[in-house]
């Protein structure tokens, strides 16, 4: 374990000092699923951070792909995000409408093609508001900056390397998503997939990462924790997953944050390995495990 990575998270005073420095971008990377019928570019447009673009997660995303937003091809990445003036030379600072949901994902999204330059905004927009900070509405229009991709494979999984853990147990599977969705016994949001786990994997909810009063992440201290009492052993590779992708970034920044050097995402996550099939799934509540 290396030590904490704190550049991976600014402050709204951060950003408020930094909004109009000609380095800095920001981005709404917002996402809901699909059942919770919002739409986050129409709430990207009624209100967003002064100067914010908006990042689609089911555009700038492998849509030849019937799973949703996978990483797209680094040419498509590449010419998305350019056209938001994203690019080369410049610090990303991004957030979403919940607080800290998605945001991680896109930050984890420009980390695998190699901009490294990239934060979230601690507390996102709730955050924002709270202390009425300005925002904008409708759409912002910016130039183009280059992006050069650097693919940065090591930071991704996918189906056949977690099979392959299965036998390895190389690296550890860490669930972002719900005590009740792991165990089985919650519904998918997703229909037609099996409920349960990946076996062997440990259950450590994204919201147990992120202070319930603030909307901010918990200091690193407290992020260790965490992850000792999911049985993480921090010494270890570890996988984050979820339900689709996205959560699994929150872990990933948690575990970024708390000094971790060795950190990949399943990408496909449960809308993968859950679907009908052959996978194993395992059920019932995470055993108690102490770290390795």
Known sequence: MS???????????????????????VVDGSYYLPH??????????VQHIPGAVFFDIDDIADTTN???HMLPPPEKFSSRVRKLGLGDGVRIVVYDQ???????????????FGHEDVAVLDGGLPKWLREGRPVEEGSVRVGERHFTPRVNSLMARDREQIVGNLRS?????????????????????????????????LSLPFTDLIDRETQTMLPPEQLRARFAAAGVDMAQPVVTTCGSGITAGVLALGLHLAGHADVALY????????QPGDTPVATGPA????AR
Do not use: C
Not at 171 to 196: H, I, K, N, T, Y
């Open 3 to 25: 030590e904490p990575n704190s550049n991976a998270l600014v402050s709204t005073e951060w950003l408020a000092e930094h909004l109009h420095a000609p380095d800095v971008r």
């Open 36 to 45: 919770e019928g919002l739409d986050p570019r129409a709430e990207y447009e």
């Open 66 to 68: 019937p799973l949703p």
């Open 98 to 112: 919940r607080g800290i949901m998605s945001a991680p994902r896109v930050w984890w999204t420009f980390r695998f």
């Open 169 to 201: 147990h190389r690296e550890q599977v860490l669930d972002a998503r719900s005590a009740g969705r792991f165990a089985g016994q919650e519904p998918e949001p997703r229909p037609g997939l099996r409920g349960g786990h990946i076996p062997d994997s």
């Open 267 to 274: 990408d496909g996550s449960w809308a993968d390995w859950g």
């Open 287 to 290: 055993a108690a495990k102490p």
